[in-house]
């Protein structure tokens, strides 16, 4: 289904004047700190973020899964869906899809399809941490580590047609996310299975395209509960410093042991230009793929910032990332979940671009932990919400994209036209 | 199956002059401490764990899940499993049921099964945290805590159920773990879920035969990602209280924050009469629900230094504890999962069952925790393993359980019997 | 020393004309959704939280101490020094003391000069964890738990004693934070030294006077890094339902382990009128005591929540609170640390105001967590910062504390006033 | 002091008897499965752990200290207490120095009575996180990442004395600590910090005589509460790296976040070369600097059998790493805590010893995580106490160590010496 243009017009249209009196003030206190709105809103144009297909689906936990109806069948239905998300959001300009529940049939027939709705083909993922009904070998201990090098080329085999469907689609990069790992003391032994790991992905570089990256993701536990092999920043980075200038690392925000300070991490890769992608979610307790924003805005506002300081510094030789949501929504309505990730992210980014960084340089210059957390708060605590309704307003997106999901009544129309009890695949 | 006892006692003989060896010189070593060795394999003989149905079967997590052959796919399977294990242990003299899963067809066949394995049937779990094919409402928003009356008489109703099948079985508890909470600030009015969830456990325990316990159950989060209703042991025992004296806490071992001292929670229930029951599993990260020991051995110790210091007090009102493994068996083979997880639990309790508790209370008293921690650990690093070898060799069980469950290839045997593919039931 | 009158209106007068402007802008926005900004501004300014004496020097890690010029080294000075940082924030009316450090010699005189400065005296806090050069026992194994009546009776006077202090002052509650606990596994009796804490309480409680109240803290480590007897709420609540009426639990923000949902406690405690006091602060890992709102402003918010829920509840048992500030700075100027503290508690107050609680309601019973969501984030993501500026300035505080408090030089004043190396006492 | 052999070979005859029957019975029992104990004996004998001087004091918290009596003030003192440590446990055969506390006076003299000891120097420690009283610039916000160049400098000129010293005495390595951080978001620009640190560690590095190392330790936090500079193994492992071969990391196991796998770290740090040394003690919460394996023995284990993996291994080109106990001893006498210690590092070290790892690769190989772990806990489960009295028996230490300092009243007599008064420096 696509949005009919005149009817999200005459929603916006009802919310416009309260939006063009704050847009209004909030443009003059940014004026007088010598901020221009419309740079500000520019860069937020730009921002667009890619939706997985596997997202748009409910996702389960290991207690069960209860889903919301209307959920995409195909390839078709996850490219429409994000064309909705995009269309409302102006946001959403791309979507990462999922090997093997993702092949393309016609690939220009999706490839047109995508293109009608705007939408360009980010990061493939490649999947071995489930074992598919044809597979020959299974992945219970492991893929890429695997003892067994039947199991190795299995998946390094997986993961070279992954890239040539990701190629045919004009995708320009593949993200490797490993479950490989133990689950007992003892299982694994972690230094052949690392150099296992490495020489597999050597195999999978070597596949690679002239301007293709590879991104290595990184997750200290789960699904195995004792070690995982590519724990840590580390690991990940270590990994990508031997294959080479085209892989770099990929911090996922949900893939992190309690406390560490994130933003660091991501200053740190960046500093080294190997900081490759981004996985936006939020989480209380572990991998728990929360709503982006929904547990702790200010943690992802101190990554925005430092995201801004990397993309902003002349000299950094760090490559513009890859941005990606990558959450599960086990409660709410998936579209209406990514419908707020998207918020969250862009208020956060929008919040980093007001941050006064000459300023901020100087207070540290002198040792004034006091004057920078203010530059800061005066940043973060400034309602940065008219920028981003401006931004989709000048893109012909909707005033309050949550608002009008539900006033256009699209879960409904959804359900109707795919049925209650559809379940979407790829996780 | 059962395992042929000539075959059985074969295979101990083999093993027979080492381990009169090794309990020959233990024996002379604790009594020279004054311990009598056969006092505290009178103990390790009556100590019987329960085993979960759902256990018996290969669990999985949201990313997957990679069956072992084999799988009961019925209860009397179910029995026949635990069966095996008391066979082989002489420690897992009870099943502990999951209903909807394991309604027993025929009550009298089902406790005669039981009985010639020796089994009992201990508590009984109820299951609201999943919705089934047939099921009326649904619990994706909750069940005993639900804002619907409905759905809350439903799930009592189901409890109430579940209290009919055990009670025909000679079960005389209930355990009840709610999956209740939410997954995002603001969904959930905290108090009056709490106040519902009350007010349905009430009615649960009007239904309560005069000779049965009620366990409540905590856990900080998962499913629900942001609040579960009952997060703590506070949060239990104050349900607990408000619900009477047939209701009690029940701790399992993996539902805890990171870094809580969890034998200190065990002293505080014991300490007031209200600790009902335990779960044993052992975890890194979260509810991993790994073999028991197999992370934290001197965790479990400390552990069961409390439960013995709480169940040698005379004085102590509180009830014997029912004793249960909750894990979930990913990657090894479910049997011989159980099977280390009964080493062990039996381990950590021979173990604090030599803890010379007269010095350890003067150690105390005098302020000396070095001399204290001498005396936890000499009996910690004692190697016990003839204690248990000796008490299952009484009781005709195996030396060596694992050894002998793999010399007598049971798990061949039982895929042979039922099918490489077979999946059981109840998570 | 005290702030001319006529500087901070001149300070304030440079900036009234934005202030105007945003008051103007956010009073319009809020009146279209109901909201009364003058309403919202008398419950800010009648919004009060207590210094605590100890706060107003710098703080040190067991690593080191860099101290601030200028510290206050009398009763006298930091009673002075709560006053600029209430005379500029209008939200500092009122000083928490310390005993022993803050004994005070002539009780009326030193009531005369905090009422010359619109202080009152909050709850009193006993110190038990540090010995004392003139001291009998020590409190190296604990005081009120300890093994020695003596010792426990030691600390029980001494705690009777700082409740004839506060008095004489005019507080009306005490505070009791333990340190007692133990480092090393087995080292204390889990279920003795509750029972002795318990027992040394009740004649602390016995000594109360009818209208005061006593507030029982907990926290799960440190200074004791294996266990603490007063370990969580639920240890907290046990002890307080056993005191008696005038004994409730007093919630620190930092004595949490990782990941605890304080919100879900905060709500529980009030639910059975049995939260009675609050220490603010924040941290990233352990008790880091940090500025509060430093880290997790949104966590702050989502507490603010409930405690707004908890107040306006016209059914609610539980007490108005008692508010503090419980920080330790160690590099920033204590004095700006704690404005950016009391602005942080503010704005968290001021968002929970505006929170539609009608429909959040609304949406918790239609199974909504999305638009409870919005709800929530709707407030939270308001720039109420011009209704705390407004309020102060309609009490004569500053506009903007932090600015107005370098712009007076007060810290260059207060060095020259006592030295650059006085150091503050009280820890 | 020094002990008299004659008084101590009385106290060991009384015990030899038992010690006899139990080290034959152990014999016996690994012969059996092909092991030595002799070969074990002579490895635990070389087997010698650094203590470093500050350990040998009463250590404290924020909250206070309560000091032990008798302890060294002086390097003599401090040399003559590790020396009594040496002759009862003969594993504590080297210091390590700590500047500006432990300058030397005349290092011929130090050297001799470290010599008359049996002691020698290891790694000497620079310190940059306290001011001392005659120091021109100030450390509080931070020491070699600084951002004024003339504080790095000191910091840099102090690291450079320090190797002076330590090559004096025979030293051959440097460690570096830094506490360096921030506490608050916005302090620090991370990538600066890191660049000046590196620089800075350069100047160092340049300075190092050609046989000697630099350890480079990391820290997540504490004493700076938002982020440290060398957070994790990452940031450690990229400085050794950049810096040169001669520089390495180094593992001290309390400078974790909570649930971290320190066993992978230390066999990934192993299979690149680079782990130089190790810090040991255990924790509960935080860096709590308590007793070795008084908290977590099993994770002990599992990482000397990682350990002894790398140094078995003759492939490996991996240094053999430095050994230093890093505790601080709030509670107990420092003497008894450290002996504690010395014990549990050394059962770890015997247990990793006795794992079968031909057979564990071998299970490893077969994706058999069952027998894997019953591999482990074979080992780990083994009573190797009567190896470690037999190596210390052999070398004329004490076959109890605690017992041993117990019964020769050596607290006593250092209090005698030294008065009950006297506080132990650095730190």
Not at 411 to 424: Q, V, Y
Request: with cysteine; proline share 4%; net charge negative.
């Amino acid at each position: 289904m696509r949005i009919d243009k005149q009817q999200l017009i005459q929603i916006n249209d009802q919310a416009l004047p309260d939006h063009r009196e704050s847009f209004g003030h909030l443009s003059k206190v940014l004026a007088k700190k010598g901020l221009d709105a419309n740079e500000v809103i520019k860069k937020l144009q730009a921002f667009q973020v890619a939706i997985p297909s596997w997202a748009l689906g409910t996702g389960g936990t290991r207690f069960g899964r209860f889903s919301t109806g209307g959920e995409p069948g195909t390839l078709e239905d996850k490219i429409g869906d994000v064309g909705l998300l995009h269309q409302l959001s102006q946001s959403a300009g791309a979507i990462s899809l999922h090997i093997p529940w993702d092949i393309p049939g016609d690939v220009q027939a999706v490839k047109a399809l995508a293109d009608s709705y705007g939408l360009a083909f980010d990061a493939v993922n490649s999947n071995t941490f489930q074992d598919q009904a044809d597979q020959e070998h299974s992945y219970k201990f492991g893929s890429l580590c695997h003892v067994d090098k039947a199991v190795r080329q299995q998946a390094i085999d997986h993961n070279l047609e992954v890239i040539k469907y990701g190629d045919a689609l004009g995708s320009k990069s593949l993200t490797v996310w490993l479950a490989d790992g133990s689950s007992f003391p003892g299982q694994l032994n972690f230094k052949r299975a690392f150099q296992r790991t490495l020489s597999s992905l050597q195999e999978i570089y070597a596949g690679l395209p002239a301007d293709w990256k590879l991104f290595v993701e990184y997750k200290p536990y789960e699904p195995n509960f004792y070690s995982t092999v590519i724990q840590d920043w580390g690991s990940s980075h270590m990994l990508a410093d031997k294959l080479g200038d085209k892989a770099y690392s990929l911090v996922d925000l949900g893939h992190h042991l309690p406390n560490t300070n994130i933003e660091q991490i991501v200053a740190t890769l960046m500093m080294v230009g190997k900081l490759g992608g981004f996985h936006f979610n939020d989480s209380k307790y572990g991998d728990d793929d929360l709503t982006v924003g929904a547990l702790k805005p200010y943690q992802l506002f101190l990554i925005f910032n430092e995201l801004v300081d990397g993309m902003e510094d002349p000299t950094s030789t760090n490559p513009y990332p890859a941005w990606m949501i990558d959450a599960s929504h086990n409660l709410k309505d998936p579209m209406e979940d990514l419908l707020q990730s998207l918020e969250a992210i862009k208020l956060a980014y929008a919040q980093a671009l007001l941050v006064d960084r000459a300023a901020l340089e100087e207070a540290r210059e002198n040792n004034d932990p006091s004057l920078a957390q203010e530059i800061l708060q005066n940043a973060y605590r400034t309602d940065v919400r008219p920028l981003l309704a401006e931004a989709r307003l000048q893109s012909n997106g909707a005033l309050d994209p949550v608002g009008a999901y539900r006033r256009l009544n699209i879960r409904k129309e959804l359900i109707s036209l795919r049925g209650a009890k559809t379940i979407s695949t790829g996780l």
